[in-house]
C-alpha cells in the first residue's frame, strides 16, 4: 500500500469517527437550563424584578411564593396588559381580576368567592404550564438594629455584610471585595447617607446628617440609593441611630495628600478627590 493510500484511510477513519460524535451528541437532549433562584427576598427588593431591568428576570408573587415569569414577558412584561402585575404580590388582583391598586400588592384572600378562588389557581396552573417556575419565597423587612450593623461589618465570615443609606439596610455581601475587609470602600456596618451625598470615604461622614448640603449632594444621595435599589436586596431598616464607629479607626482611614500636600476628602474610587460626582458614582456602582 501506497503512502497516500495510507494517509487517506486515516483522514477516512477520522472523518467516520467525527460524524459517529456529532450523531451521538445531536441524539441527546440538551442541557436543562439552570433554574433562577431568588431566595429570600422582600416586596421592596421584589419590586425591582420589573421587566424593566434586562439583566434581571420577571418575578411575581402569589400567596408570598415568588416565580419566575421572565418566559411569560409577552403578558406581564413592560407596557404588557398585566405589567402592572410584575414585580408584586398579586394573588388578591388575580383572584379578583382586578388591577387597582388596593388589590395590587396583596395576597388577602378572606371575601374571595370560591370562584375568585378558583381564577386564581387556574392562573397557577397556567403559570406552570409555561414553565413559570417557583424562585423563592417574600419575607417582611425586619428589623436591623445598631448593634447588628456595626457587627455586619465583613469582620465575620458567617455574617451578612450589611449598609444602611438614610435607615434603609441592604445586603451588600456580592460585593465584598469591595465592602468587605480589606475592600475599597469602609461603608461596611455603618449608616453612609452623609458620605454617599458627599462623594466622601472619610469616617467621619458615615452617617445620617444631611444639614448644611447642597441641592446638588442631596440629588447625589438619592441617584445612589436609586442604583442600591437596583443592585442590592433590601433587607430591613434601622431600628435607632446607628453606633459610631468612627472613634478609634480615624487612623486607619487617612487619605492621601493632593499635589499641594494638603489634604481632602476623596471620592470613592479616586484618591485624594477632585473627581466629579459621574465618575465617582461609576467607581461605586459600576462594581
Known sequence: MSFLAIVAAVAALYLVLKIIQVLRELSQPPPAEA??????????????????????????????????????????????????????????????????????????????????????????????????????????????????????????????????????????SKGKDFYGPGGVYPFAGREVARAFAMLSTELSDCHDNLEGLAHIELENLREWEEKFNWKYPIIGTLTGKALDKTAGQQQQQQQPSGADGGGGTAAPGVPGGGSHSEQAAAAVFGR
Open 35 to 172: 433554574q433562577f433562584s431568588v431566595g429570600e427576598i422582600t416586596e421592596r427588593s421584589l419590586a425591582y424584578y420589573n421587566g424593566r431591568d434586562w439583566a434581571k428576570p420577571l418575578l411575581l408573587a402569589i400567596k408570598g411564593v415568588v416565580y419566575d415569569i421572565t418566559d411569560a414577558m409577552d403578558t406581564y412584561g413592560p407596557g404588557k396588559e398585566l405589567s402592572a402585575y410584575a414585580g408584586r404580590e398579586c394573588a388578591r388582583a388575580i383572584a379578583k381580576g382586578s388591577k387597582e391598586p388596593k388589590d395590587i400588592g396583596s395576597a388577602d384572600l378572606a371575601d374571595c368567592s370560591p370562584e375568585e378562588l378558583k381564577r386564581l389557581e387556574e392562573k397557577l396552573e397556567e403559570l406552570r404550564s409555561r414553565k413559570c417556575l417557583e424562585a423563592g419565597k417574600v419575607v417582611p423587612l425586619r428589623g436591623v438594629t445598631p448593634e447588628e450593623l456595626a457587627a455586619s461589618d465583613g469582620s465575620e465570615p458567617a455574617r451578612p455584610i450589611l449598609i444602611s443609606i438614610r435607615g434603609t439596610v441592604y445586603d451588600v
